[in-house]
């Protein structure tokens, strides 16, 4: 029996470490499963194709190191001799000068993948009361009258919010410039601060003056920012393909804000001078669709099936319970109170009407008898 010898050109590639495991989703990425693996799924598949069409070998290899910061990771392919960098970058100057990257994989465009504020947001309710005359009159009457003031009452309660309004650039400004939200990120908050403080275009200029000096958060576990997320309401500011993105996007009740931030391109950062890339650069300009079609594939992986009978706040119905146990406990308070007073008063008259005809019946029982006698 002959040895197998693969005589394919070996293409390394460095991600860094994350969850799920990225060997995870190398293997499960031809099944539903790969579709769990968010972006580290996205990339195995691109660079698969990339390795198909160019009878590549990939080897996967895994930087230990816990900081996200491109500089060294460019610094780390150069001296590790490492091909690619197992996640798109957007080129800037000074990574160009260190780094070589190839031609642009897809546009990072608003409606698929551009910078998202995500939000999940309660029902606001607001109670508005019928006549007040009729308000009253249900108030003071019998069970069945409460009854139907409740009625009135739930029917105020229940009020479907205004959901473009709160996807409105105006409403995310308006919370982070009012200091009612901030604004998350992963990774260092210097990072973050360049990433909105170094650009010029209107739209981060308003977003730089809405946040101020205090209004951004970093974590460095998905969990943390997701406890920020989900339990304070805060925004997340990442793209919509990213790790963070994608799970909170698994929310049915995760909305995204209506707000244009400048499209650009997306590019896999690779050592400098590398022999491979007019290769990969030629398979990417060739495949555009098929990339595009794997990208597509991930950024609409919500579940549909589970979300699409959902509204946001349907977990809080019960505030309308709630909201009925508080105003018909008012009203029976209200009611009891009446109530007892209307007994008091009229036990009070009572007494005093038994009071004063026991003595007119006296005086006239003595007059008779006087007369008599």
Not at 8 to 28: D, G, M
Not at 106 to 118: A, H, S
Not at 192 to 220: C, D, K, M, P
Request: glycine share 4%; charged share 25%; net charge positive.
């Amino acid at each position: 029996m002959e040895d197998y010898c693969d005589h394919r050109q070996v293409l390394n590639v460095l991600f860094h470490q994350q969850e799920p495991e990225i060997f995870e989703c190398a293997h499960h990425r031809h099944g539903h499963q790969s579709k769990q693996c968010m972006l580290p799924g996205i990339m195995v598949e691109i660079l698969a194709l990339v390795a198909k069409k160019g009878r590549f070998r990939l080897n996967f290899t895994i930087d230990p190191a816990e900081t996200y910061d491109y500089d060294d990771t460019c610094q780390r392919l150069n001296n590790d001799k490492i091909d690619i960098f197992g996640f798109t970058v957007r080129p800037t100057q000074r990574l160009q000068q260190s780094c070589d990257f190839s031609a642009s994989l897809y546009m990072v465009i608003w409606k698929v993948g551009r910078l998202q504020l995500f939000q999940p947001e309660p029902f606001y309710f607001k109670l508005r009361s019928g006549a007040c005359s009729i308000s009253l009159f249900a108030l003071f009457q019998g069970s069945l009258m409460l009854g139907i003031y409740s009625s009135c009452c739930l029917s105020a309660l229940i009020r479907q919010p205004n959901y473009n309004e709160m996807r409105r650039e105006s409403y995310v400004y308006d919370q982070l410039r009012k200091g009612k939200r901030k604004l998350l990120s992963w990774g260092p908050l210097y990072k973050f601060r360049e990433r909105i403080f170094n650009r010029t275009e209107q739209a981060y200029l308003e977003l730089q003056r809405a946040v101020g000096s205090h209004g951004l958060e970093s974590h460095w576990t998905t969990d943390s920012m997701l406890d920020s997320f989900i339990h304070h309401n805060n925004f997340i500011y990442d793209y919509k393909t990213s790790g963070i993105g994608l799970m909170a996007l698994e929310f049915c009740d995760t909305m995204i804000a209506d707000i244009r931030y400048p499209e650009f391109s997306r590019h896999l950062m690779m050592s400098k001078n590398n022999t491979h890339k007019p290769v990969i650069d030629k398979i990417i300009r060739e495949n555009q669709p098929k990339i595009r079609a794997i990208y597509d594939s991930y950024i609409k992986r919500k579940s549909q099936h589970k979300c699409s009978k959902f509204r946001v706040g349907n977990p809080l119905k019960l505030n309308y319970y709630y909201g009925l146990l508080i105003v018909c406990g008012v009203a029976m308070t209200i009611a009891t109170l009446i109530f007892f007073w209307e007994t008091l008063y009229q036990r009070y008259h009572y007494y005093r009407r038994t009071k004063i005809s026991k003595n007119n019946g006296f005086t006239f029982k003595k007059s008779i008898w006087m007369e008599s006698w």
